[in-house]
Protein backbone atom coordinates (compact mmCIF):
# COMPACT_ATOMS: atom_id res chain seq x y z
CA UNK A 1 0.00 0.00 0.00
CA UNK A 2 2.86 2.63 0.80
CA UNK A 3 4.76 1.48 -1.99
CA UNK A 4 1.91 2.17 -4.41
CA UNK A 5 0.89 5.69 -2.60
CA UNK A 6 4.72 6.57 -3.21
CA UNK A 7 4.81 5.40 -6.96
CA UNK A 8 1.70 7.57 -7.36
CA UNK A 9 3.31 10.53 -5.89
CA UNK A 10 6.34 10.59 -8.08
CA UNK A 11 4.46 9.63 -11.06
CA UNK A 12 2.33 12.97 -9.54
CA UNK A 13 5.62 14.77 -9.94
CA UNK A 14 6.69 13.74 -13.40
CA UNK A 15 3.43 14.71 -14.56
CA UNK A 16 3.72 18.14 -12.93
CA UNK A 17 7.37 18.41 -14.23
CA UNK A 18 6.47 17.25 -17.59
CA UNK A 19 3.41 19.51 -17.86
CA UNK A 20 5.68 22.57 -16.50
CA UNK A 21 7.97 21.79 -19.61
CA UNK A 22 5.06 22.11 -22.00
CA UNK A 23 3.03 24.98 -21.19
CA UNK A 24 4.75 28.52 -20.57
CA UNK A 25 2.82 29.93 -18.23
CA UNK A 26 2.80 27.47 -15.61
CA UNK A 27 6.59 27.47 -13.75
CA UNK A 28 7.86 25.23 -10.55
CA UNK A 29 10.77 26.83 -9.09
CA UNK A 30 13.12 24.65 -7.53
CA UNK A 31 14.95 21.70 -7.70
CA UNK A 32 13.72 17.58 -7.70
CA UNK A 33 12.47 17.96 -3.35
CA UNK A 34 10.32 20.78 -4.39
CA UNK A 35 8.89 19.05 -7.41
CA UNK A 36 8.27 16.42 -4.84
CA UNK A 37 6.66 19.31 -2.58
CA UNK A 38 4.50 20.39 -5.03
CA UNK A 39 3.14 17.06 -6.11
CA UNK A 40 2.42 16.34 -2.47
CA UNK A 41 0.70 19.42 -1.61
CA UNK A 42 -1.31 19.21 -5.26
CA UNK A 43 -2.80 15.57 -4.32
CA UNK A 44 -3.81 16.74 -0.77
CA UNK A 45 -5.77 19.60 -1.92
CA UNK A 46 -7.11 17.00 -4.78
CA UNK A 47 -7.82 14.58 -1.76
CA UNK A 48 -9.49 17.14 0.55
CA UNK A 49 -11.07 19.85 -1.03
CA UNK A 50 -11.48 17.72 -4.67
CA UNK A 51 -14.25 15.47 -3.60
CA UNK A 52 -16.34 18.49 -1.66
CA UNK A 53 -16.17 20.75 -5.04
CA UNK A 54 -16.97 17.74 -6.97
CA UNK A 55 -19.94 16.99 -5.33
CA UNK A 56 -21.38 20.23 -5.82
CA UNK A 57 -20.65 20.53 -9.50
CA UNK A 58 -21.89 17.12 -10.05
CA UNK A 59 -25.22 18.60 -11.57
CA UNK A 60 -22.99 21.02 -13.79
CA UNK A 61 -20.69 18.50 -14.71
CA UNK A 62 -23.37 16.14 -15.96
CA UNK A 63 -25.00 19.25 -17.84
CA UNK A 64 -21.62 18.79 -19.84
CA UNK A 65 -20.71 15.25 -19.98
CA UNK A 66 -18.12 15.59 -17.62
CA UNK A 67 -16.34 18.56 -19.17
CA UNK A 68 -16.72 20.46 -16.04
CA UNK A 69 -14.03 18.36 -14.11
CA UNK A 70 -11.42 19.77 -16.02
CA UNK A 71 -12.43 23.31 -14.97
CA UNK A 72 -12.44 21.74 -11.12
CA UNK A 73 -9.23 20.20 -11.62
CA UNK A 74 -7.95 23.62 -12.91
CA UNK A 75 -9.54 25.27 -9.84
CA UNK A 76 -8.21 22.99 -7.63
CA UNK A 77 -4.46 23.48 -9.48
CA UNK A 78 -4.69 27.20 -9.19
CA UNK A 79 -5.52 26.89 -5.24
CA UNK A 80 -2.16 24.47 -5.22
CA UNK A 81 -0.58 27.46 -6.83
CA UNK A 82 -2.25 29.92 -4.04
CA UNK A 83 -0.58 27.85 -1.16
CA UNK A 84 2.66 27.23 -2.87
CA UNK A 85 5.33 29.88 -3.38
CA UNK A 86 6.78 27.32 -5.46
CA UNK A 87 4.20 26.87 -8.49
CA UNK A 88 2.92 29.54 -10.37
CA UNK A 89 -0.24 29.36 -13.21
CA UNK A 90 -0.61 31.91 -15.59
CA UNK A 91 -5.03 32.11 -15.20
CA UNK A 92 -7.41 29.96 -15.64
CA UNK A 93 -6.96 29.14 -19.40
CA UNK A 94 -3.50 27.91 -18.57
CA UNK A 95 -4.47 26.19 -15.26
CA UNK A 96 -7.39 24.20 -17.52
CA UNK A 97 -4.94 22.94 -20.14
CA UNK A 98 -2.17 22.11 -17.66
CA UNK A 99 -4.86 20.19 -15.66
CA UNK A 100 -5.80 18.33 -18.72
CA UNK A 101 -2.20 17.66 -19.25
CA UNK A 102 -1.20 16.20 -15.47
CA UNK A 103 -4.65 13.90 -15.44
CA UNK A 104 -3.22 12.82 -19.16
CA UNK A 105 0.64 12.64 -18.22
CA UNK A 106 -0.22 10.92 -15.27
CA UNK A 107 -2.38 8.83 -16.53
CA UNK A 108 0.11 7.59 -19.34
CA UNK A 109 2.94 7.27 -16.79
CA UNK A 110 0.99 5.51 -14.23
CA UNK A 111 -0.29 2.76 -16.72
CA UNK A 112 3.66 2.27 -18.02
CA UNK A 113 5.10 2.14 -14.50
CA UNK A 114 2.26 -0.39 -13.61
CA UNK A 115 2.91 -2.80 -16.75
CA UNK A 116 6.57 -2.62 -15.39
CA UNK A 117 5.98 -3.03 -11.96
CA UNK A 118 3.38 -5.48 -11.96
CA UNK A 119 3.46 -8.45 -9.90
CA UNK A 120 3.44 -11.80 -11.43
CA UNK A 121 -0.38 -13.47 -11.03
CA UNK A 122 -0.15 -16.14 -8.54
CA UNK A 123 -3.08 -18.20 -9.86
CA UNK A 124 -1.56 -18.77 -13.30
CA UNK A 125 0.92 -21.39 -12.94
Known amino acids: MIKALIV ?3 VLAAAIALTAAIVPSVDVQGGFFTLLWVALLFGLVNALIGPLLRLISLPLTLMTFGLFALVINAVLL ?3 AGLSDNLSVGGFFPSV ?3 FLIALIS ?3 GFVVHLIVREPDASVT
Do not use: K
Open 8 to 10: SWF
Open 78 to 80: MLT
Open 97 to 99: LAA
Open 107 to 109: TII
